[in-house]
């Protein structure tokens, strides 16, 4: 039994846009070259943000954004296809494309924009399909997708102590938090670990129970948490 | 009348619409790849594509490798984990005429010469050496003012629009010594590193040497201070010289070590700005690597009129487009080079970055190409390079795979071959910082950003994301 989680320290952030890389080779995220802003799949992405502020006082941060694996998990109460589901011995939430009938219900009921529609057929430029990680199959056009905790690893991780006679899986991490090269990305289990002191998750109003937990010194990062609040937005 | 509506409705976007939902609502695509399956292993390599070198481990299946990661303590870059997508960049050259280029170069009326856009590998000691032995040749390289800094003695660091967060020097050494520096960035537009900074001033281009003055007067001359730029402009990188940083945090390294034979036999290093206009009968560009690049228009007056150009590159982006002859070049992973050492490294090293797939047929090795026109036996540079080092005795090996580091003595000369094959590093003995030679009245180097293709998954930076975009 685990409750895997993510603690971000926002305050280390380079937004090197490392992770979004090794998300992308990891789960076989193709590079097309029709997406957009709009239409890209990123199941991790980096916002920059800032305090508002114009000149010396002007500050700037950047937010890695994934599903936030919501106990509470309003994508998966409105699916009609039960393809979104919370797996209670790990706390990971679950795509399953196979289900998916791409409706985008989930898409509109997500606070987090955090789930991506496939928009075309996944491509990749010539050859390079035999780079593609052969533990997670590529996602066909016409469903939602969405960061799962590298679920790939995770059943490697589960193979590989099953091969050694244990029934847990062994510690995994996720692409991201492995590519961090300034170490803000921490993964651990829940009922291990507890996040830093301080620590807080987007939207908590909202009541989803989010296991991404984020930090920052700076107050006007955290005020970011809590919108929308009737001030500016900052995300760029 | 019943016509005329079925007719108009194609004129309407509803059943071009229909077809494509039904194809999606129906799953009627054709169908995704599926890599092959296979045992993963694991192989330890560097990243040649810049002179950072990170050390590099690799998941391969079936000989092919399917992610890369950094080795414990050295992460590596954005650029670096997608790095094994580089060779299937869209834009990738195939075929190149390297007979006739060859030919083209035999015939050429005027001086040969060949640009090396990264300078200070084993290559580059073959183009010395071919260069030598050619009546007339030329070997050319990008001047640069500061060739080694001591980051960890760095207080402030100013940036001149260097990218110092953002790919300029070793991710794990700027991030391990970010803590320690307080970091101005001076640039028209702000950067990356810029919004990152303690401080960003915004400067108007040609004001950078009156704003360095002033911040120069604000730091105290005790050698702890750092000023960059990315145009290697004098007027401000010689605030270093103002400030007491020579031999503090601007350094002068001693080179990665040679076979004396070589040295003997290598031409000059020239800066293009001092080869005479109209001379330069053949030139050959190694662009396939390039950290940094020579603008167009300071090499097209010292061509004849029928000089021939040739470039050595993946694709057509760079001086292709005034070059007669493109000929392809391998590309990291599929190359075997060394690695210059990093800017930021106090101590020379020597790195391989060896082959995770096998290149493409048509490549054209520039080294032996240049190599053949001297008729100069080069293929066991890299070995007699290494075993030139290790003969020295002096410094220590790093071998990835068990993160152990071993006194050069201990470790045999085949076994040093090997290790540095199988994903190793040398470093050079530490010494006691020397102060560079400063030559205070130098002209502006000519350099210019070079063209890099990204990998094809930078979409997700620069276009899906836009994390890129925001730079400017």
Request: hydrophobic share 40%.
């Amino acid at each position: 039994m685990n409750r895997y989680a993510m603690s971000i320290d926002i305050d280390k952030c380079t937004g090197c846009g490392a992770c979004m890389i090794a998300c992308a080779v990891e789960n076989n995220v193709p590079p097309l070259p029709q997406s957009n802003d709009r239409k890209g799949i990123t199941w991790i992405r980096v916002f920059p943000v800032d305090n508002g502020e114009q000149g010396d006082t002007r500050q700037s941060a950047f937010l890695p954004m994934m599903c936030q694996q919501c106990d509470s998990t309003p994508c998966a109460s409105v699916c009609p296809q039960q393809a979104v589901q919370l797996d209670v011995k790990t706390g990971i939430v679950g795509q399953m494309p196979e289900r998916c009938l791409g409706c985008r219900y989930c898409m509109t009921a997500c606070p987090y924009h955090a789930r991506y529609f496939n928009w075309w057929d996944p491509k990749w430029p010539a050859g390079m399909e035999a780079t593609l990680n052969p533990d997670v199959a590529p996602r066909m056009r016409g469903v939602v997708e969405k960061c799962n905790f590298c679920h790939g690893r995770w059943h490697a991780a589960k193979e590989q102590a099953a091969s050694q006679g244990k029934r847990e899986a062994a510690d995994y991490t996720p692409a991201c938090a492995e590519s961090c090269p300034t170490g803000a990305i921490r993964f651990f289990d829940l009922l291990a670990g507890t996040p830093e002191a301080g620590s807080f998750r987007l939207l908590e109003k909202l009541g989803t129970e989010t296991k991404i937990y984020y930090r920052s010194k700076r107050a006007w990062v955290k005020g970011l948490a809590e919108a929308p609040d009737g001030k500016e937005h900052h995300l760029a | 009348m019943t016509a005329g509506v079925a007719a108009g409705t194609l004129f309407t976007p509803a059943p071009w619409r229909l077809i494509t939902d039904s194809a999606i609502l129906s799953e009627n695509w054709p169908g995704i790849f599926f890599s092959s399956h296979g045992a993963p292993t694991e192989k330890f390599t560097n990243c040649a594509l810049c002179t950072a070198g990170c050390a590099v481990k690799a998941r391969c299946v079936n000989d092919r490798p399917i992610s890369l990661a950094g080795v414990v303590k050295s992460p590596i870059c954005a650029l670096g984990l997608a790095g094994l997508h580089m060779p299937f960049h869209t834009a990738r050259i195939a075929h190149g005429d390297a007979e006739n280029a060859a030919a083209a170069v035999r015939a050429a009326q005027g001086k040969v010469a060949v640009l090396d856009l990264r300078p200070g590998r084993t290559a580059s000691w073959t183009y010395r050496r071919a260069m030598a032995a050619l009546p007339g040749g030329i070997y050319l390289a990008p001047q640069r003012i500061l060739n080694a800094v001591n980051l960890a003695a760095v207080k402030t660091l100013v940036s001149f629009g260097a990218p110092v967060l953002d790919g300029w020097g070793t991710p794990s050494k700027v991030l391990a010594a970010r803590e320690h520096f307080s970091l101005i960035q001076v640039e028209k537009d702000q950067s990356h590193t810029g919004l990152l900074a303690d401080r960003w001033i915004p400067v108007q281009p040609g004001n950078e040497p009156v704003v360095a003055q002033q911040i120069a007067r604000d730091l105290p001359a005790d050698g702890s201070s750092l000023f960059l730029s990315s145009a290697e402009l004098p007027s401000v990188l010689k605030m270093n010289v103002t400030l007491g940083n020579l031999g503090h945090t601007v350094i002068a390294r001693n080179e990665t070590p040679v076979p004396a034979a070589w040295s003997k036999q290598a031409a000059a290093v020239h800066a293009i700005q001092n080869v005479a206009d109209r001379s330069i009968g053949a030139l050959l560009i190694d662009e396939a690597s390039a950290d940094v690049a020579v603008p167009w228009d300071v090499i097209a007056p010292k061509l004849t009129n029928s000089a021939v150009v040739i470039t050595f590159a993946s694709t057509q982006a760079g001086y292709g487009r005034y070059a007669q002859f493109v000929l392809p070049a391998a590309v990291y992973p599929e190359v075997t080079t060394d690695i210059p050492t990093a800017i930021d490294s106090v101590v020379a090293t020597f790195r391989l970055a060896t082959p995770l797939m096998a290149a493409p047929s048509g490549v054209v090795d520039a080294a032996e190409f240049v190599a053949s026109l001297a008729k100069l036996d080069t293929k066991d540079a890299l070995q007699e390079r290494a075993a030139s080092i290790h003969a020295t005795g002096r410094g220590s090996l790093l071998s990835y795979s068990d993160q152990k580091s071993r006194p050069i003595k201990d470790v045999k000369a085949d076994q040093f071959w090997t290790a540095l094959n199988a994903g190793a590093c040398w470093s050079d003995s530490e010494s006691p910082l020397k102060a560079p030679r400063w030559e205070a009245t130098i002209a502006t180097p000519a350099i210019c950003e070079a063209v890099r293709p990204k990998p094809p998954l930078f979409t997700k930076l620069y276009e899906e994301s836009g994390l890129k975009g925001i730079a400017s």
